[in-house]
């Protein structure tokens, strides 16, 4: 054995590990189930699954939706593995983590035909190793929780994302296998259940690929003199047949569904698309921003990773011109990812659908693909930047394990508030919870799938004690005995809802407070009902005027 290929085993070995530590955190963080770590998102598609399970179906008929129905989707696995184990919670905490392990070899058979093994997962860590340094593992929306913990919440987009692009890579560099076909049938099937779940696969992929092929398409063609149609244009119109399809398709299912952020409609207006254009570009600096750290580190950690993209995109444009045009897989596979970021900008500018800083997750595996790049690029000096990475890996990991291991010990608590409010509920008989929206759902949890809860306003869109209508059962207020229900307040909660309450004429009556300043409450009668008797006649009065 040569030296080199000793010290290229010793690295596959150290990434390795590091890959297994990795995923041992995650498996830890999603298995424990601390109250504290879910929010009401994530309860909402704890309680899908359970319907969809009970409903054997993947379109409850009392299930109300939100922007994206659930077709391939974490919630998806969690309702199969909620038949299993009757429990919700256990369920989706097992679900994310077989997702986490499908991103990861979804992700490298992508970039097989192009990257050797140690690249591969070099660019796969550098995008763990940016996700987990910006924000809280299991706590925040813009951290792990985006592919890997507690609901992972776009884990389904991104996995079949690989799979079309690991299929297109394969027919533009000619290294087509009969195995393949496998992928392709598969690429077909998700590309039309993601376009019956929801347009941001088509967003982020379909529309991405098929720009990605026009932009080829004219390469060969004026490399060639003529026009170039290959196999490749013909599978990426099947992909975007398939996704239509499935667009078209959702048209005919007898669903309830509430869109909640915006609609598609093209935006005309000069002054709104100039604040669409800032508000969007805001929204990709805060997904770079690192919290809970000084703002000069955050910034050089920004710059870095944005450093490493435009190099990435360098590489890819500089491989293109060494082979004359002749190979475009490397280029291709980053423009897709790119094209992938940028058409959700431009979507976030010219349409009415409102943008958010998670939107924009096509960046973290453009940052994986750029990196795999550069090792590939410079394979003398990418054994040093091994070395460097994973000393710096191993030692955010252990950071993060130990912030971890503190934050699970306390919250899995026995006498922490929401196992006290939990085991008040359930040792006196209750059967269901009603809380504000973003309150509530660590009872939930606490209480391990044994208690029901329904979400109402928390003055940000809805008044309060208006039900929530979305990502929900349908009148689920209504379905509980008020005997059997409490209505859990935190702190800085209890003086508004309690008057709130009382212009509703309904008294409160508090029966357990908790350390935190958490209490549970009994209502004369169900206020929701009420609530939302007074919410539709204030806007039967506004359509009226």
């Not at 379909?206 to 003199?225: G, H, Q, Y």
């Not at 048209?251 to 598609?264: A, D, P, R």
């Not at 054994?383 to 252990?398: E, N, P, R, W």
């Not at 005997?483 to 508090?510: D, F, H, N, P, W």
Request: charged share 20%; proline share 2%.
């Amino acid at each position: 054995m040569t030296k080199e290929n000793k010290n290229r085993k010793i690295i596959s070995a150290v990434l390795t590990l590091l890959l297994f530590v990795f995923f041992g955190l995650i498996f830890y963080t999603n298995l424990s189930c601390v109250p504290e770590y879910y929010n009401s998102d994530m309860l909402c598609d704890i309680n899908y699954a359970r319907e969809a399970w009970r409903a054997k179906s993947l379109f409850p008929d009392n299930w109300i939706f939100g922007n994206q129905l659930y077709v391939f989707a974490t919630p998806v696995l969690a309702a199969l593995i909620y038949g299993i184990t009757s429990n919700a919670v256990i369920a989706t905490a097992i679900a994310s983590c077989i997702m986490t392990v499908v991103v990861y070899l979804s992700f490298d058979w992508m970039l097989k035909p192009l990257c050797s093994y140690n690249e591969r997962l070099g660019g796969f860590l550098v995008m763990i190793w940016f996700i987990l340094v910006r924000r809280h593992i299991a706590a925040d929306t813009l951290g792990a929780q985006i592919f890997f913990t507690m609901g992972s919440f776009y884990a389904g987009y991104i996995i079949a994302a690989f799979i079309v692009f690991g299929c297109y890579i394969r027919i533009r560099k000619n290294v087509w296998k009969k195995t393949d076909y496998i992928f392709l049938a598969v690429s077909l099937i998700l590309s039309f259940a993601l376009g019956v779940q929801s347009l941001r696969q088509t967003a982020i992929m379909t529309l991405p690929l098929v720009a990605c092929e026009i932009i080829l398409i004219i390469i060969d063609s004026v490399r060639r003199k003529k026009l170039s149609l290959t196999k490749s244009t013909a599978f990426t119109a099947g992909i975007f047949a398939s996704n239509i399809a499935g667009l078209i398709a959702v048209k005919f299912l007898k669903i309830n569904q509430k869109s909640i952020y915006g609609e598609t409609k093209i935006e005309f207006s000069v002054h709104r698309i100039i604040g669409n254009i800032v508000d969007n570009i805001i929204n990709i600096c805060k997904l770079f921003k690192s919290v809970n750290m000084p703002k000069f580190v955050s910034v050089i950690i920004a710059a870095a990773v944005v450093g490493l993209i435009v190099f990435g995109v360098v590489a890819g444009i500089v491989n293109l011109a060494k082979t004359k045009c002749e190979d475009t897989t490397d280029f291709s596979v980053i423009l897709l990812f790119f094209l992938g970021c940028a058409s959700v900008f431009f979507i976030g500018v010219f349409t009415q659908v409102e943008t958010r800083e998670i939107y924009y997750f096509m960046v973290f595996p453009l940052v994986a693909v750029c990196s795999a790049f550069l090792l590939k690029s410079y394979p003398i000096k990418a054994k040093y930047f091994y070395i460097v990475f994973a000393v710096m890996f191993v030692g955010l990991t252990g950071l993060r394990t130990v912030t971890v291991c503190k934050e699970i010990k306390t919250g899995t608590d026995s006498e922490n508030s929401s196992y006290k409010a939990a085991q008040y509920a359930l040792d006196n008989g209750y059967e269901c919870i009603f809380a504000s929206f973003e309150s509530g759902e660590n009872v939930f949890v606490a209480a391990d799938d044994k208690l029901s809860i329904v979400f109402y306003g928390n003055e940000a869109d809805k008044d309060y004690f208006v039900p929530i209508d979305f990502l929900c059962i349908k009148d689920s207020y209504l379905k509980y005995d008020n005997e059997k229900t409490l209505y859990y307040m935190k702190e800085r909660q209890i003086k508004s809802e309690t008057e709130a309450a009382g212009r509703l004429g309904v008294k409160v009556e508090k029966v357990a407070e908790f350390k935190d300043g958490s209490c549970l409450c009994r209502m004369s009668e169900n206020v929701c009902t009420l609530a939302q008797k007074q919410w539709d006649e204030k806007n039967s009065a506004m359509n009226a005027d």
